[in-house]
C-alpha cells in the first residue's frame, strides 16, 4: 500500500518520497530526531546537542566527547557554557543532574535561546516508560529523581539561591523567562517549588511597575525613543512574569490571587501593547512570540480564571481601572453569553467590557487608544 502524501510543507520538509509506504519501519533514530526541538537561523549548527537517544547502545560512542572535538562551533558562548550545553543531553539518564550542576556553577547564559530551548527540551522529555512494581506507569529517566536529596529537592535549592541573586540584580531579570518557566514545571512534580515560582512572578511584575516612575518622567522630558525603550521593556517583563503560571494557578490557598494576578497582567499586557508602535522587526518577533506564549497560558487556565471571577467578581473592576483610572470604584458584572467576556454599566453612563482570556477592555465598546504621534509630538501640542 502506498500513499501520496498530505501535500503539506511538512511532508516536504522531511523529504517523503511520493508516494510512499506509510506503515514502512521507521528507525528509532530518525523518529527521535524528527520529534527533537529544531534550532533556527544561525544556532542551526549547534542542532547536534538537542537529541538524546535514550540508551547507551543508541547513542554515539562520540557523544560524550563531542563537545570537547566541536569547541570551533562555540560563537559567542564562553568555554565553559559552550561544554555545558553540549553535554547537557548527552546521556538521558543523566541530563537532570547536570542541569543542577550548571545553575549551581552558572555555567549557563540563562538568556541565550539554544540554552532556553536545550533545557526545555529536557524537561519536557518525558522519556521511556516502565510498569512499577504497584502496576503504575513509571518515567525510567526520572526513577528516584524525588527523593530527599535527589534532583527535585536540589534543583528547588538552586532556583531559590538564584532568585536570592535576581532580587538584587534588576538588570538580570530576563533570566526569569527560563527560570520561571523550570520552576513552574517542576512545580506539577515538586509542590514546594510553587513557592519559588510565586517569587519570580512577583519579583519580575514588581519591577515593571516600577518602570512607571521612569516613564513618566521620560514623558516629561520630551525623551520619545527613551519612553519607548522603557515601555518596551515594561511589557517585556509582565510577559515574563505571565509565563510563570505555564503550569496555570497553582493549586493551594492562594491559587485564587494567582488567577487574579494573571487577568491582571494579561490586562496591562494588552494596553501596553498600544504604546509600541516603532518596534524593530527583531523586537517584533519576540514580543508577538511572547504575547501568543501568554495566550496560550491563559486559555490553559481559563477554568480556574472563570471560577475565581464569580467567586471575586470585585477584580474585574479593580483591572480595568488599571487601564482606565476614571472607571467608577464599583461596578456591577455580568457574564456574556458562556464567553469569557464580562460587561458593567457604569454610573457614569458608560459601558465597560473586559475579555480575561487577551485582557481586551473596551469603554462603550471601544478600546483605549491614544492621539496619533504627529499630533502628539507637534509643538503646540506640547
Partial sequence: MYWKGSGSQYDRIEGLPTPFNP???????????SFTERLQGTDTTLQWCMPTYGTVKGTDPKRGNQAVASQDERGSLSKPSFLALGTLRSYSFGQYRRLCAALCQKSFPLKHPV???????SLYHLGKLYATVNGQVGLKWRAGWDEPGDVLTTLK???DRLADE?????????????LGTIAAYLSAWHVPC???TRRFALMVSIAADNEDANIQEAALAGEDRVQQGLRESQNRLRKVSLLCYASEPFD???????????????ALINHGCIFMEE???????ESTHLHVRCQNIMALSVDALMGVVKFSPGCLTYVVRLVLPRAPESLGWRQLGLSASFEAEGGDGHLYSINILDGTVLLDGSPPSRLPKDIVAHSMYR
Fill in 279 to 285: 518596534q524593530s522587526e527583531k523586537s517584533r518577533q
Fill in 115 to 121: 540554552v532556553c530551548t536545550a533545557v526545555m527540551q
Fill in 166 to 178: 535576581l532580587e538584587e540584580t534588576p538588570r538580570e531579570h530576563d533570566s526569569v523567562l527560563l
Fill in 252 to 266: 493551594d490557598d492562594d491559587k485564587a490571587a494567582d488567577a487574579a494576578h494573571m487577568i491582571e497582567l494579561m
Fill in 23 to 33: 506503515f514502512a519501519n521507521i528507525k528509532a533514530d530518525k523518529k527521535i530526531v
Fill in 194 to 196: 510553587i513557592l519559588t
Fill in 157 to 159: 535549592l538552586e532556583l
